[in-house]
């Protein structure tokens, strides 16, 4: 079906970079799972009114938050396309973490309200009149769901969309939720026994994770969490290919929604090279991300000495002892500052977050290990912390 309805509303399909197609794919996924929700609920209230099941009854109203869900989600993405503007000039792109968040706070107060039905049910429980078409109403229900999981999903795989990734956990949390309910009628109708209030609880407490976990998915963007490591990885690789670039290194990536990546670094580079060739070099790198990655790249040049013996062999003998202390701990920007009577070692060190070492204790023992080389030495470290 959505593959269907991808050729006829999306035709550049494949051109998931752009702003507008992106918007495209989140609307059509929207209106679709608005319409599916709806039909499901409308299914389920019926056979839960039908059969005096508080477990159908509350799976009914999970696929009509489902579609209030797929409403804001909708809208998120509608407002997520607009384009920058001077309050906002990198764009609205986190409108659509916005949403998801929104989305995931109306799954948690759903699931809270009907674990307190479910829990009074079972408390006060109910005859249950099971039939043939009420299960069959079940058994539709999760195939749609499942359905539903797959389609958002790979979508959200295709745009990059933690909201629709969030979605597709949610319509699988209520494809297993489901299951709960149908094993539960099946089981009311063999035995008779009344395990219908326990069952709803149960499906209260899937809703409830499944809310948890989305509105994770969608806060740690908005806080700033740590970039994908692949991603990282991509940038690593496409700056690699530039051989006036030594090194890297103080990496940041500002994500202000999907499409619109801000990315700095530092970009090591020969102190003695042709400032003209190199600076060319970077604004092909700075292209290059831009064209293959979507990101908008700003690299800092950090001139290095790369022909002083004397720098790099001291340089190698500080890596050997940082490696005594913790091979996780990388150093950048080492240069040599002489004087008459004295050398400055002046370096950047990275350490892992929440090191066993304290940054003042790193620093000390760095500088002794330093002097043991040579009398002459004196460190100047500035203790820095990785962005990514």
Known sequence: MLGLLTKIFIPNAEEVTKPEVRQAYGVLCGFLGIGLNILLFAGKFLGGILSHSIAIVADAFNNLSDAGSSFITLIGFRLSGSKPDPEHPFGHGRMEYLSGLFVSVFIILMAVE???????????PEQIESNWFVIGILVVSIIVKLYMSYYNRIIGKRISSTAMQATATDSLSDSIATTVVLLSTIITKMTGLYVDGYCGVLVGIFILIAG??????????????????????????????????????????????????????????????????????????ENELREKLGCHAVIHMDPI???????????????????????????????????????????????????????????????????????????????????T
Request: glycine content about 2%.
């Open 114 to 124: 009907l674990l307190k039905s479910s829990v009074s049910k079972v408390f006060h």
């Open 212 to 285: 948890i976990n989305a509105a994770k998915d969608t806060i740690n963007p908005l806080l700033g969490q740590a970039p994908n490591p692949e991603f990282i990885e991509e940038i690593q690789n496409i700056v690699a290919k530039y051989t006036e670039i030594k090194g890297m290194h103080d990496m940041m990536v500002h994500d202000y929604g999907p499409g619109r990546v801000m990315v700095s670094f530092h970009a090591e580079v020969p102190a003695n090279g042709d400032i003209c060739v190199i600076h060319d070099a970077i604004d092909q790198a």
């Open 305 to 387: 000495d790369t022909n002083d013996p004397e720098t790099m062999k001291l340089k190698e003998q500080v890596l050997e002892l940082i490696q005594e202390l913790d091979k996780m701990i990388s150093i950048h920007d080492f240069r040599l500052v002489k004087r008459p009577a004295y050398t400055n070692v002046m370096f950047d060190v990275v350490l892992p977050y929440e090191f066993y070492l304290s940054d003042r204790e790193v620093e000390e023992w760095l500088k002794k290990a330093i002097q043991s080389i040579d009398t002459k030495y004196y460190a100047v470290i500035y203790i820095d912390k990785e962005f």
